[in-house]
């Protein structure tokens, strides 16, 4: 196994980085443009909105006519899936520039990016791929987190993944991987809890027991959504991670059991495909407030006591 020096202290750079104010502890929704016009005329009762930061990075548009109206009543989360934290080679710094110029037009209370890696070689792919869990790649995951903070001037939150394939070569649970980028970059950890189910159950784990291990007091937030049931060429259960289904019933479980270790946190619905109609979307954003909402006096008691 590796050699590799265990909790290094957040680098400097980290603990520069400015802390914008906080999502509220309630539900959100991902903001689609099918949704938009919905919203300004009837202002849902929602916690905040999400959108993928490169549906943005152009400097006008009808997208930012109507992010910039829906950001003045609503808090807001930007999540990225083009940096390719986990690749290779360096940083795309012209991609991290034009990231950088619209988190500062829109001051979001959040930002996150994937552990994984989507380009190589000049190549861009429309997929969020994984990586092999070893001394190289946390080096190298950890110099891109640093990297992005610097530049970002705010602390970024890393998505666990959703995996189908591990690598021989990894010699690193995934759990203590994330650890390891959480303390050595200073980075927080978007807990994707559908993701752990699919990973999870993709690789015949105890998604309980992940959780676990997990560094739960560097979450700041919380995903939420649907998969695809398949099987393997084996025969065994594959799970696909869709976002085109309704939040099932065993995530809602697992996501009550992560809320019980972690205390009430920013939960998003993430739809991104077979978009369904806005009040549909927001019923299930509704659910999980009402789950955040009985943990809340527990919260505060806890607070005072």
Not at 2 to 20: E, F, S, V, Y
Not at 85 to 98: F, K, Q, T, V, Y
Not at 188 to 213: F, P
Request: aromatic share 6%.
């Amino acid at each position: 196994m590796d050699a590799i020096p265990l909790h290094r202290p957040a680098r400097a750079a980290t603990k520069a980085a400015a802390r914008p104010r906080s999502l509220p502890a309630r539900a959100g929704i991902g903001l689609k443009p099918e949704h938009f016009r919905e919203i300004l005329d009837g202002t849902p009762e929602i916690g905040f909105f999400e959108v993928h930061a490169e549906n943005y990075m152009v400097d006008g548009g009808p997208f930012h006519h109507y992010l910039s109206r829906i950001r003045q009543r609503y808090p807001l989360s930007i999540h990225g899936v083009g940096l390719s934290i986990g690749g290779e080679g360096p940083l795309d710094e012209a991609h991290l520039d034009r990231l950088a110029r619209l988190l500062d037009r829109y001051q979001p209370e959040s930002f996150s990016e994937h552990l994984a890696w989507s380009s190589h070689g000049g190549n861009f792919y429309n997929d969020l791929l994984p990586v092999a869990y070893n001394a190289a790649t946390l080096a190298r995951v950890c110099n891109h987190v640093d990297r992005v903070q610097e530049r970002i001037k705010r602390r970024m939150l890393l998505e666990n993944p959703a995996t189908y394939v591990e690598f021989a070569a990894s010699t690193l649970d995934e759990t203590e991987f994330i650890s390891e980028v959480v303390s050595r970059s200073g980075c927080g950890l978007l807990l994707d809890v559908n993701n752990v189910h699919v990973a999870c159950t993709n690789h015949g784990r105890d998604a309980r027991e992940y959780l676990t291990a997990l560094p739960l007091d560097a979450v700041g937030q919380i995903h939420l959504a649907g998969f695809a049931e398949d099987v393997d060429a084996a025969g065994a259960p594959l799970r696909i991670d869709s976002h085109g289904a309704p939040v099932a019933e065993v995530v809602w479980e697992l996501y009550c059991h992560a809320l019980d270790m972690v205390g009430p946190t920013p939960t998003l619905i993430e739809r991104d495909s077979d978009i369904p109609a806005l009040p549909v979307l927001l019923a299930e954003a509704r659910h999980a407030e009402r789950i955040l909402e009985r943990l809340l006096p527990v919260a505060a008691e806890s607070a005072v006591s």
